[in-house]
């Protein structure tokens, strides 16, 4: 006896997403490709501990030594982990590609939902800019000629940008399954070459001193190879090296992003902004942990600054071993850069859908053979070169794209704290009950003080940044948006009845193949 096609587990599957996304007033536009582990491995690959943990060792190093990655790095990866479970029940409530926009606006109404899409926007633009310099730049140091790598050379930066930017927005513009293909590629490269790595510099250390992990010394000033200005505060020095994991450990809300092309969204998506941010935390630990104790000294690799890192994978691997490693973690970076561009490009689309973007009708269009939004695709890989060359210092880069990130990722989770329980009553499955509101709390209190501490020196051009943007986006929004911007098409919290002709129709173009397989 042959089971009803229409009653397989996986039609009942694809039903579910569909009205879920009906019920919040949109219909199926993008190909629902992704299962739970390729959503969970988009955000592994963006947050991808081989690129910020490893282009950002040094702002962890050079503050307070061996202290800031032992005890510096599990603070603050047990705080992402609050912010990725208060986010996983909103994305589990409201899967959408809109993400953090979305839930901004449905819990706070338009203009919160505006801001926070801005925010958002901004953020995965920038932290793009910031993967690819940091890749480029590390690529440098491991196979460029001795003469540029001595000798910084903006332009050169620039162009190697341009070619890193360009060709990832070239595959993505190939649509979803090529990208899920490499994504789910990178979540597996990003462990077994970060294991690789741990191993060969347990191997090769000299020798091991735990001790080193709970050790403070004060690396400020040319100690630390001048990334951080010479203080005596050893508190401040702490919370600064708290940037590496902060920066690190960001987004995680691709799984948000790609909602609409992620079977069984409401549990998937959640599941993979938890998991990812949990791998992350643990494997990144180890990794820089090992990093700290292969050190020779870490008074001299703190001496290099920038270029901390490699300093101590030089002195204690041998060079074709160095080498070889160092390429794989240019490939791991390079497709975490590639991941963004999927994350960020969906922003877009989400955004401009609702009419949030100039040229909204443009942004919005998705390709009827690919079934991705190209426009959008192109559209945040130019923005990211752009901002790139505006701001070519690194550290400036890493800390406005944390800070625009966490801004994007605290508002819709304090609107969620207020509104739990009384105008959001309607929860999805993955649900954290009474967990929800206190982690929530904690979640917006630390968001704030990382903000607080990514403006401080040297990074203070972040405060006329961050407050730059919020002066535009202010202006923006009570002289032109506010009168123009409709939102989303449902703000209401209850799930209204599906539209049944478009429901009908998204699920004949699904079973005619016309958004790829399912």
């Avoid at 032992?70 to 208060?86: H, I, K, R, S």
């Avoid at 994350?343 to 989400?350: C, D, I, K, L």
């Avoid at 917006?444 to 919020?470: D, F, K, T, Y």
């Avoid at 032109?480 to 009845?497: K, N």
Wanted: aromatic share 10%; with cysteine.
């Amino acid at each position: 006896m042959h089971e009803d096609k229409n009653t397989s587990p996986g039609h009942e599957q694809r039903d579910d997403d569909l009205r879920r996304l009906h019920a919040l007033g949109y219909s199926q536009e993008l190909a629902r490709r992704l299962g739970a582990f390729s959503n969970f491995a988009l955000s592994l690959s963006i947050i991808c501990i081989l690129a910020g943990g490893v282009t950002s060792f040094h702002l962890g190093l050079c503050s307070v030594g061996g202290a800031a990655i032992g005890l510096g790095w599990p603070l603050v990866g047990l705080f992402a982990l609050a912010v990725a479970a208060t986010m996983g029940q909103l994305a589990s409530t409201f899967p959408t590609a809109g993400g953090l926009y979305h839930w901004a606006a449905i819990l706070g109404g338009r203009g919160w939902g505006w801001a926070t899409a801005w925010f958002n926007l901004a953020g995965l633009i920038t932290v793009l800019a910031a993967i690819n310099v940091g890749t480029y730049r590390f690529a440098l140091s491991v196979f460029g000629p001795t003469w540029l790598v001595q000798h910084f050379d903006v332009t050169a930066q620039a162009l190697g940008i341009v070619a890193i930017t360009l060709s990832q927005a070239a595959i993505n513009h190939l649509g979803i399954g090529i990208t899920a293909r490499l994504t789910d590629f990178s979540g597996y490269w990003i462990l077994i070459v970060a294991a690789a790595l741990t191993a060969c510099l347990l191997v090769f250390a000299p020798a091991w001193d735990p001790v080193r992990l709970v050790t403070f010394a004060n690396y400020s000033g040319r100690a630390g190879g001048g990334v951080w200005p010479a203080t005596e505060g050893i508190a401040m020095l702490f919370a600064l090296g708290a940037l590496l994991p902060a920066y690190t450990i960001t987004g995680f809300d691709a799984s948000a992003h790609v909602a609409e092309e992620t079977k069984g969204a409401a549990n998937s998506v959640p599941r993979g902004i938890v998991r990812s941010v949990l791998v992350s935390g643990v494997a990144g630990w180890i990794l820089l942990s090992t990093v700290v104790l292969a050190a020779p000294s870490l008074a001299d690799a703190a001496e290099q600054g920038e270029g901390a890192f490699l300093s101590i994978m030089n002195r204690v691997l041998p060079q074709p071993l160095n080498v070889a490693l160092g390429g794989a973690i240019v490939v791991a970076q390079y497709l975490c850069g590639l991941a963004t561009v999927t994350a960020a490009s969906r922003m877009a689309f989400a955004f401009a859908r609702d009419g949030g973007l100039p040229f909204s009708q443009v942004v919005r269009w998705v390709c009827p053979r690919r079934r991705s939004p190209p426009v959008a695709i192109w559209g945040v890989a130019l923005a990211a070169i752009l901002f790139t060359l505006h701001t070519p210092v690194y550290s400036t880069i890493t800390a406005v794209c944390t800070i625009f990130l966490y801004v994007s990722y605290v508002l819709p989770t304090a609107l969620g704290a207020w509104e739990y329980g009384r105008s959001w009553s309607t929860m999805g499955p993955w649900n954290l009950g009474r967990w929800y509101r206190p982690l929530a709390v904690l979640s917006v209190i630390g968001c704030l003080g990382l903000i607080a501490i990514g403006m401080q020196p040297p990074n203070e051009r972040a405060l006329w940044v961050v407050g730059g943007a919020s002066l535009v986006l202010a202006a923006g929004w009570f002289a032109v948006a506010r009168h123009h911007f409709p939102g989303p098409p449902r703000t209401a919290l209850r799930h209204t009845p599906d539209p049944p002709d478009q429901l009908f129709a998204d699920r004949q173009r699904l079973s005619d193949g016309q958004f790829a397989h399912d």
